[in-house]
């Protein structure tokens, strides 16, 4: 008998866990950007793709059409917000690291 109960027992939890990972795949997928196969999709990659650092206080800066933006050796940098758009203005050479 003890058996039995112990089997279905463990049948309960596998299956209460199973269920518990489908319906947070279920939710996941409706609101953290992934499709059904658990893959992003195009909305999410685009914002993922947009997202560049700003290079005074290093924030991630995703939303690239309505941040204040600035071009400085033929390159378009983007800010958090304007003060730092104005911090860089005052001396741009030293927020950027020059690739060598």
Not at 86 to 97: E, G, Q, R, T, V
């Amino acid at each position: 008998m003890n058996s039995i109960l112990r089997t279905l027992f463990v049948f309960a939890f596998f299956a209460f866990l199973s269920s518990a990972c489908v319906s947070k795949n279920l939710l996941a997928s409706s609101c953290c950007g992934t499709d059904k196969d658990g893959g992003q999709t195009a909305q999410a990659k685009e914002q993922k793709a947009e997202s560049v650092k700003d290079p005074v206080c290093n924030m991630d800066v995703s939303d690239t059409k309505k941040a204040p933006s600035e071009e400085y050796k033929g390159k378009v940098y983007y800010f958090c917000s304007e003060h730092c758009k104005k911090s860089f203005k005052k001396d741009p050479a030293s927020y950027i690291k020059e690739k060598q």
